[in-house]
C-alpha cells in the first residue's frame, strides 16, 4: 500500500509525482520504498509509524522550486522542505505530516556572494557548514563562520531553526540579513533591502523600509527560503579560552547568577555552555562500561566520569574573540569575578592570527559530538528538549532539579546543562536511546511530554521541538485564548490556503487539516 497524505488517492499522488518529474526529472523523484525510508527521522524511535514521507523531490534550482511549488497547489500535495534535512533530535528530514512529500533542496547549494569588506555571505539552502568552512579556507578568506556543536547540516536550514554556535556570531538567525522567499503561491520575494530591485545594502542592512519580514520565515510554513544573507565574523587576532570546573550541583546558582551578569556586559561575548560529566563520557566511553543496574545511571557512577576526566558537576569554557590586549583585560575581570566564589584552577590557553588552529576550534565544523548518540550502543538516536529561561542561578538551579527529578524517575540518564546568551540561558537536554529498544524510546516520549507541562507550569516553554512535540509546545503559548495560535493560523490561510507547505510546522496548521485534526 503507497503511503498517501490525508485527503488524497494514490492515484492523485501518482499524477502529481508524474508531474513534478517533468520539472525536475525522474531521476529527482524518489518515491521507491527504499527512498522513503531514508527521508524517515534518522533518529526517530523504529517502532512509531508517524512522521513517514509519502517520497521526496529534489529541485536544482529556484525557477524548478517554483514549478513545484504551482504543481503542489494544483494537486493539493502537502510539501515539507528541508535544506540538508540534518536537524537531527528534531526530526531529520522527516515531515510532520505522514504522506508529505519532502522539497529537498540540498542540490541547491551555491555559494553566491562572499564580501569580504561588508563581511557577509549569500547562499543558497544546501550549502552544508563544511561546503562554506572550505570556500572560506580555500580561498583565505579571513572570515569565520560560528558552527552548531554538530555542524553536519546547511547553514541556512540552521539559522532557519534558530541553532546556536560558540562565536561572538553564535546567534545565527540574528545574523541573517535579507532573504530571497519563494511563497507557497511560488511567487518569489525579497525581504528587507532586498525588495527594491538592485539595492546595495540588502545583506547589510536588516530592516528596509515598513515591516521586516525576515523572521516571519524562520521556524515557519510561510514560505520557502531560497537565498540567505548571512554576515560572517572578522579573523580575531587573538581567542583566549578558560576552562571552569564546578564541583557542586548547587554552585549553577552563583555561576549563572554570575554568567550573565557578564554576558550582559558584554566581558563574554559569546554562548557559554555548562553540562555534566556524563556529557564527555558519552564522547568516549558506552554506559555499559559504567553502569548495567536499573534506572537512570546514579549520581554516584556520575561522580566516577567526573573523577577519570578530571571534570566538576558542571563544566564549562568561556571563549573571548577579539584584540589580545582587550582579552586579557576581560579575562581578568572573569577570573577576579569567579575567585570570589572558587579556588578551583582553571586552564587557560591563548591562540594567535598566523598559529595553528587549536583542536575543537569552534569555527571549524565538526561531527564529534554526534558520538554522543552511541551511548546506548545499538542503532543510536536521541531528542532534544530545550525550554528559555531568563538569566538567574535560582530560576535555573529550580529547573535543573526539576528535570533531572523527572528522568530519574523515567530511568533516562540525565544529559542536560544551560547555555547562556546574552540575555537569557537555553536549559538544553538530550535524551539519549537506542533507536530499537522500544520501553526505553517510549519512556523518552512520555518523559518529554511530561517536561513540555511541568516546564510550561513553572512559566517557560521550548524555543524549538520535535516534531512529535510541536503541537504540545505550540499549545503552551496560550496567552489570551491562543492569540498566537490565531495569528499563525490567519496568516497560513492567507499565504497557502491550499495549504501546501508543511502543515503542522510548529504547530500551524492550514485550515484544510484543521478540521480533521480536531477529530482525530
Ligand atoms: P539542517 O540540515 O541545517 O539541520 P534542515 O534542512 O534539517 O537543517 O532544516 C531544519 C528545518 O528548517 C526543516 O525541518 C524545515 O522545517 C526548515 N527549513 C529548512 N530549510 C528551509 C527552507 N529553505 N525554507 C523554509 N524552511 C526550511
Redesign the pocket.
Known sequence: MPLVPLKMSAAQLDRALAAMARVVGRDQVFAAEDDRRSYRDAYGPSHRSDHQPAAAVAPQSTEELQALLRIANEHKLPLW???????LGY??TAPVLSGSVVLD?SRMKRILEVDVKSNYCLLE?GVSFFDLYQHLTDNKLPLWMSVPANSW??V???A??RGIGYTPYGEHTDRICGLEVALPSGELLRTGMGAMSGNKAWRSYKYGFGPAWDQM?VQSNF???TKMGLWLMPEPESTLTMQFELDEPQDLVWALDLLGELRMRRVIDSHVTIGTPLRTASLFTQRSEWYSGPGAVPDAVVREMAKKYGVGWWTFAIRLFGYEEVNQANARIIKAAFGKHSTREFKESTWRRGEPLPRAAVQVPTTFFLQAVNWHGGRGGHMGFSPMLPHGGEGAYAQYLRTKQRFDEFGIDYYGGFTLAERYATNVNIVLYDRDQRDMTDRAYRMIDQLVKDTAQAGYSEYRAHLSFMDGVAETYDFNHHAMRRLNQTVKDALDPNGIL?PG?SGIWPRRFRASKETT
Open positions: 522542505p528541508i535544506s540538508r534535512g540534518k536537524n526530526g531529520g533542496l539552502p547540516g546547511s541556512v536550514g540552521n532557519l531553526e520565515f514560505g520557502v527560503v508543511a510546522k
